[in-house]
């Protein structure tokens, strides 16, 4: 009786043996053929086998690529192609040798605020515009400027600041171009996608003239606020006269807003204490300023701008260091 039980329990044991085996070899076969396959269909860039959209996004390299795997297109100029967190803009052939290289940002990269446009361009007197544009088209800014040292036919580099308002999305385009002299027409178009990062922003006053506000200029120190975004810091006065010399950018001039002072002033130095506010300029700011209403009105722009921080009671404008004989009409 004895003899027959353990005859039983060894095989019960042997057959338990045989199975426990071959649920582990089941398993790691499954585990084998599952880890083959994940790194199969993780490497293979087939179209066949993608299963979703992570793989399409990862064999995205180009505007043609993009446009083919179904990702959304906009309908700028260039095109652009949106895959995932990367843009690509489609590349247009060029009939004539380029005239503005953009060397930062480079395609994809993300800008903070500011961020630095920088490069070089062959154009009429070194004049060129860029402007900024959100994931749908929208342009956040769009301003002049000039290359500098430029000789006929040379390059001459550019390196700006840009500030803009806050996105909608968080890819956009960043445009470089030059309006033609014959048909007003854009021409030597640079197109470089972009990513904005997440940055803490603040909102500062600038205070412009506005022919359409103040017809005729009439009263010279009447000055009216526009409304900048700048990175959220403790010297915030510094940077509200940073915004208020870069000038009302194109959508602002077709407003109706303009500034009484010099292009290219630069700020020197911004200090704030027991509530007054001593601001340095260079000597561009009083370059071929004539009469009491132009003077009247640089003052208002300055004083404005600072005084809507409520900590400055009182404004003190020097140039070089200078304060005696400053801004005389």
Known sequence: MGSSAERYNLFFFSQMLKRRNFFIVIVLLSATLLAGGSFFFYSCEDDWCFLSDWQKIRATHSFEECEAHGFPVMQTYPRQCVAGSAAFVEKIEKHQEENIRVLEPQPNDAIGLPFTLRGEARVF??????????????????????????????????????????????????????????DGSEIDMVSVPVRFQKIAGARVAVFFTNQKKDPGGLSCEKTFPIYRRVAKSQVLARSAITELLKGPDRLEYEAGYGTAINSGTALQKVSIENGVARVDFDSMLEVGVGGSCRVLAIESQIKETLKQFPTIKEVVISINGRTEGVLQP
Do not use: M, W
């Open 125 to 182: 007197e070194g004049a060129f515009n860029y402007r900024l544009k959100d994931y749908d088209g929208t342009v956040l800014i769009e301003r002049f400027a000039t290359a500098h040292g430029i000789d006929a036919g040379q390059f001459g580099p550019f390196e700006i600041s840009i500030s803009y308002p806050e996105p909608k999305g968080k890819i956009g385009i960043l445009e470089v171009f030059d309006y033609s002299a014959k």
